[in-house]
């Protein structure tokens, strides 16, 4: 069964801590999203990669950033939590070409206190 | 950078009775497509149409697009009370499609609660 992993459903942080949130993907997919959710605002891009070593901004990327050394694996990292981080964080792929639809992580709860 | 707005922002019904989420967006698109999302969930893929269809069947899903109107709608015939979730769309700009990109755009979702 092909999927997307997050390595935490939940996760507890406090403030000024740098936090790694993994996302991995067997779906040999090219591109990889970091999405966070927040309630009554929706889906909001945070990064994308389309290629190793490759990333581009998303609609709101301040304060993070992200890594790809390998194809299957994409890091959202936050450099220093605030409480403001606190939200749900997904991670999706999806193959380049086909428009075949996304396939999403279960999500990780981050909690910044 | 919001493109679809769906529409009502909750439905309540009973199992058996039709749901109907109605979706607008702005700009043309490649392709539309319907998520949905159980509570504190990652969201699932049910189906994807093009811009040049009109209408997709996929189980008791039915989505048709209307491009001219920039607005789309999912219906679920006989709702089963596993179906309570958030449904959402997403667009994939026609500028952003093509090469690596194509990125999605989700609206806000809607929520849909199915009693027994």
């Known amino acids: 069964d092909v999927k997307v992993t997050q390595s935490s459903r939940y996760l507890v942080k406090r403030t000024g801590e740098k936090v790694f949130l993994e996302c991995v993907q067997d779906?040999?997919?090219?591109?990889m999203f970091w999405y966070r959710q927040d309630p009554g605002l929706g889906l909001r891009l945070i990064y994308f990669s389309y290629d190793v070593k490759m990333k581009e901004k998303g609609d709101i990327p301040e304060g993070y950033s992200v890594s790809r050394e390998k194809k299957e694996r994409f890091s959202l990292i936050l450099e220093s939590a605030s409480t403001n981080q606190t939200s749900m964080y997904l991670c999706a792929s999806s193959n380049r070409g086909r428009p075949l639809g996304y396939t999403f992580g279960s999500g990780t709860r981050l909690t910044v206190v | 950078s919001q493109q679809g707005e769906e529409d009502p922002q909750a439905l309540s019904i009973q199992e058996g009775e039709n749901a109907t989420m109605n979706c607008s967006y702005k700009?043309?698109?490649?392709?539309l497509q319907w998520y949905r999302q159980n509570s504190g969930r990652g969201l699932v893929h049910l189906i994807l149409i093009r811009s040049n269809e009109r209408e997709k069947h996929s189980g008791r899903l039915r989505v048709t697009l209307d491009t001219s109107k920039k607005s789309s709608s999912l219906l679920i015939t006989a709702s089963r009370a596993a179906d309570t979730a958030s449904y959402f769309c997403a667009t994939v700009p026609l500028m952003n499609y093509g090469g690596s990109q194509g990125n999605l755009i989700f609206g806000k979702g809607t929520k849909l609660s199915v009693k027994p």
């Open positions: 779906m040999d997919h090219e591109n």
């Open positions: 700009t043309s698109i490649n392709n």
